[in-house]
């Protein structure tokens, strides 16, 4: 009885799920009837049968990665942390349905943060809202470590207008 009202949904267009939840009736099971034959309905009527859903990536990071200088090549007082000076530079995107962010850096020995808000992920964000960090930053800036995200491909701008070398972490 069971199976008969399950054909009967399936021949009627119904997914199912659907139907699993109208008959009280887990899905897999009825996967399983249809795939061994257990029902009168065919697997290649199921509307998805056959296709394959390759996932969607956004043109936008593939093409614009950020090829830079990598970190093998960051001077030694950085990577030992013995000297003051040297950041690393991260963002932190906000929650759902929204576009702000919240730019960060830190300096390797001290471990002094600053941080402020950016309206998007941007690379124009990201300039603007490093202008600002520096505004207040004490002493002197020697050097930025970023990873391969999409909003620091700003990094020749970075480097010009501050002339800091921007290096770029192992992906």
């Not at 394959?52 to 614009?64: A, M, P, V």
Request: with cysteine; aromatic share 8%; glycine share 6%.
């Amino acid at each position: 009885k069971l199976k008969r009202m399950v054909t009967e949904k399936l021949n009627l267009g119904w997914s199912p799920e659907m139907v699993g939840y109208a008959v009280h009736c887990a899905p897999h099971t009825i996967y399983h009837w249809i795939y061994q034959r257990q029902v009168d309905f065919q697997p290649s009527q199921l509307f998805d049968h056959g296709k394959r859903h390759k996932r969607r990536q956004d043109l936008r990071s593939r093409y614009n990665q950020a090829v830079g200088t990598s970190i093998e090549i960051r001077s030694e007082s950085a990577n030992r942390r013995t000297e003051k000076g040297h950041l690393e530079m991260d963002t932190v995107r906000g929650g759902r349905g929204s576009k702000a962010a919240v730019l960060t850096i830190v300096d390797r020995v001290t471990r002094l943060m600053a941080t402020t808000k950016l309206e998007n992920l941007s690379q124009n964000a990201v300039l603007k809202g490093f202008a600002r960090l520096m505004v207040d930053f004490p002493g002197p800036v020697r050097s930025v470590t970023v990873d391969h995200g999409k909003e620091f491909s700003c990094d020749q701008a970075l480097t010009k207008r501050y002339r800091i070398p921007v290096y770029f972490c192992h992906a």
